[in-house]
């Protein structure tokens, strides 16, 4: 008998299952709206064509081989990434006291920010937002934390930020407890405080001596601006937070980055080259970076425009309910308020494919089958009210 052979099957990933069934799917009028990327009008995946220019000049280079990186990653790439996230003129980075890291994408950077706070902090109590993106949970408890907590977010009834229920679970959260926040673009709900929400969420954390723990994926890609969508994580370093986004603020600089490396080493030892160089020459040359925040600029207007028009057809449709939370949420994602029974009718007659939450991906949505994705979320809404 294999040693294996006591191996349990693991749940399927919902938003890849989904994603496999509509590959699946034969009909003429299928739609994705779950995938978690961005889509064309046409409905296609976009490599930016700055990126593809700077594909074909980091691969051209002759100066560049495939030694091993620093442990940290590529410096150019890291300092930029920072000054991108803070702004070129922030204190905290003039004053050397924040720093980046390359990790492995967004989850690496989460993963080894809750080792290093679980493993050389000893925090091990961690709140996130109901809801939120799904890996958050299995991120950190895998990463050592025991005890994972909810803070309200979403008012269902309301189809909005539940600012005063964010605020009492935070006053009730323990001294020291890490808070996971999203700079922009809330995943799933796609609904952000607004600047004067921030701030009463930031007098409250500092009360109460909680650790902020910043997730920023969509920078750019909500508003468009960059600075903008990162007000939020500035104003936390401007008020004098230590936090984390993939980037640290602390007291004692050298003793951070020197425990970060021990751990970097024992979990995956280097960062790839290739990715962190295109972003790297990107954010470093005044004209590419020009094009790349004219495509970031492409995207969240083509997001905006959908927005838009599916609200403004559900609500020439009559459809039940509110929806201009639709056009009040940015970035990818909207939070529709579909409840199950709505989505598996969705799934099932209509042939459009989106998460049992509700949630949906703005990008799915395009000119050609706006009209037919409302129409779709009129009657899957009306015949579950029958």
Known sequence: MSVFSSVEQGLPIEVFALNRAFQEDKNLNKANLGVGAYRTNEGKPWVLPVVRKTEIKVASDENLNHEYLPVLGIEAFTKAATALLLGENSPAVKENRAFGIQTLSGTGALRIGAVF???ILKRDVFYYSNPTWENHHKVFMDAGFKS???YRYWDANKRNFDLEGMLEDLNN????AVIILHVC?????GMDPTQEQWKRIAEVMERKKLFAFFDSAYQGFASGDPDHDAWAVRYFVERGFELFCAQSFAKNFDAVVSQFTWLIRGMYSNPPAFGSRIVSTVLNDASLRKEWMDCIKTMSSRILKMRQALRKRLEELKT?????????????FSYTGLNEKQVRILIDDFHIYLLKTGRINMCGVNESNVNYIAEAINAAIRRSDA
């Open 148 to 150: 994972a907590n909810t």
């Open 320 to 332: 039940p309910g509110s929806w201009e939370h639709i056009t009040k949420q940015i970035g990818m």
């Open 185 to 189: 673009a809330h995943n799933p709900t």
């Open 117 to 119: 706070l679980n493993g």
């Open 173 to 176: 959260a323990p001294a020291g």
